[in-house]
């Protein structure tokens, strides 16, 4: 009876040393799962927290040189009509005038093809607008930065040689740029800048240089002596009608009559890009 007794209490022994040491195994085995599961979600949260910096200077880039201004100025139009390159007619019925650039007059050397390049990159389609500063120029016309998509068109048609810098205060915040889409034109012979000048055109502008100097100073008698005899500005009319560009001799007299009237009633700029009777002022 003894030693049944002891027989079966030394076969449940052996049971539980087997017991004890699945378990010792089982809490080895959780452990490791636990830390690999801990390292693993660590490396997760170190990965997201990477993303999130990236996608944060993604972000501060996206904000410092795609959209300088305010997203509250922000305006979606669609572009009805090309005034020429510099100049556009929105479905609103309002005139837009791009800021920064210059593109040739009618008339000029490569208003054409300037015309003809902003109409096939926005007319038709939807834009996006950016004010500056101004909301407006003298002549009613929005002053405004163009976007299609993701391009900014004012840069691209000076990039392009179709334009050139033209800052005018106080809405120059983005000028530089433009500044530098000129460079790029000049430097690569674009467009308004492609016409290269050999030597015997150099050597003839340098003549006729030298020709106008030795004329400066008769030229500025003649033009002081003009200015005497002049009008003085309580006497230019401002009511009517009452000059053209031929009743100039010089800029410094169209420059007179055109900022002593608060408006242009006298139509010295036809084309209205602030630069009156551009046969003198040009």
């Not at 000059?243 to 002593?260: H, K, L, T």
């Amino acid at each position: 009876m003894t030693f049944k007794f002891l027989k079966q209490f030394k076969g449940k022994r052996i049971y539980l040393l087997w017991g004890i040491l699945s378990l010792f195994i089982l809490s080895l085995v959780l452990i490791s799962y636990n830390s690999q599961d801990d390292i693993t979600t660590k490396a997760i949260s170190e990965e997201d927290s990477a993303k999130e910096e990236i996608l944060l200077e993604e972000n501060m880039f996206r904000e410092i040189f795609e959209s300088p201004v305010s997203e509250e100025t922000k305006e979606l139009y669609r572009v009805t009509k090309i005034i020429d390159g510099d100049t556009i007619e929105i479905d609103t019925g309002e005139r837009v005038r791009l800021i920064c650039i210059d593109t040739p007059e009618k008339g000029e050397y490569y208003y054409s093809e300037a015309s003809n390049y902003l109409t096939g990159l926005i007319l038709n389609k939807e834009v996006e607008f950016t004010k500056d500063i101004s909301e407006t120029d003298r002549y009613g016309r929005l002053l405004r930065y163009v976007y299609i998509g993701r391009d900014f068109v004012n840069e691209l048609i000076v990039y392009n040689g179709y334009g050139k810098d033209y800052p005018y205060k106080p809405d120059i915040s983005k000028c530089p740029i433009i500044k530098q889409a000129e460079k790029y034109a000049r430097d690569n012979n674009l467009g308004i800048w492609g016409e290269k000048i050999d030597e015997q055109e150099e050597q003839e502008e340098a003549i006729e240089e030298q020709e106008e100097s030795e004329e400066t100073v008769e030229g500025q008698e003649e033009e002081e002596e003009q200015e005497e005899s002049s009008p003085s500005d309580s006497e230019i009319i401002c009511s009517y009608d009452a000059y053209n560009c031929g009743d100039f001799s010089s800029c410094s007299e169209v420059m007179r009559v055109f900022s002593a009237c608060n408006s242009d009633v006298h139509r010295l700029d036809r084309d209205k890009d602030d630069i009156p009777c551009e046969n003198l002022c040009g």
